[in-house]
């Protein structure tokens, strides 16, 4: 998808015009935030025309709530005046559901990396009338990684 195939998308869903050199900007921000949440695609989603048919969708969404409201209010009174917008209201790019789609189509695997930890806890003597602080005496806290 181009700039402004993406442009049009954006305006036919937001009835609002996009002006090109905004929705460079934008994209470029948004991009970078994708990249952060698949970090397995980092060198392969440069551009929006390297993006799959669904992140497309996401940045589509993304982008029009950006045009619709952006200082992101959820709710403003003017005077006597007040409207409620039905925002994610979290202050961030994109909502949680848009961000497990970009997870699921990298299919990065996850970017947490774990290590082996292990603590050996003593036998339970269930006859001992403390029981905690039996276990607190002969608790081994040996962290091997």
Same mark, same amino acid.
């Given at each position: 998808?181009?700039?402004?195939? #993406?442009? &049009? @998308?954006?305006?036919?869903?937001? !009835? &609002?015009?996009?002006?090109?050199? +905004? /929705?460079? &900007?934008?994209? *470029?921000?948004? #991009?970078?935030?994708?990249? /952060? #949440? *698949? ?5 392969? +989603? ?21 045009? %619709?409201?952006?200082?992101? /209010?959820? &709710? =403003?009174?003017? !005077? ?17 559901? =848009? ?6 189509? @990298? !299919?990065?695997? !996850? ?8 603590? %050996? ?12 602080? +039996? *276990? =607190?005496?002969? #608790?081994? /806290?040996? +962290? =091997?990684?």
């Amino acid at each position: 998808m181009t700039l402004e195939e #993406l442009a &049009q @998308a954006i305006e036919d869903r937001t !009835g &609002q015009p996009v002006d090109l050199a +905004w /929705l460079a &900007q934008v994209v *470029a921000e948004i #991009l970078a935030y994708v990249r /952060l #949440l *698949a970090p397995c695609k980092i060198d392969i +989603w440069q551009t929006i025309e390297d993006l799959p048919p669904d992140i497309i969708a996401v940045v589509v969404a993304a982008i029009s709530r950006i045009l %619709v409201n952006p200082r992101g /209010l959820r &709710q =403003e009174t003017i !005077g006597e005046y007040s409207y409620t917008i039905n925002s994610t209201g979290n202050g961030d790019l994109f909502t949680d559901t =848009e961000k497990r789609i970009i997870a699921s189509v @990298a !299919g990065c695997g !996850g970017s947490f990396k774990s290590i082996t930890m292990k603590v %050996v806890p003593p036998p339970i003597d269930l006859a001992t009338p403390d029981r905690d602080a +039996w *276990a =607190e005496d002969r #608790l081994d /806290l040996r +962290w =091997e990684v």
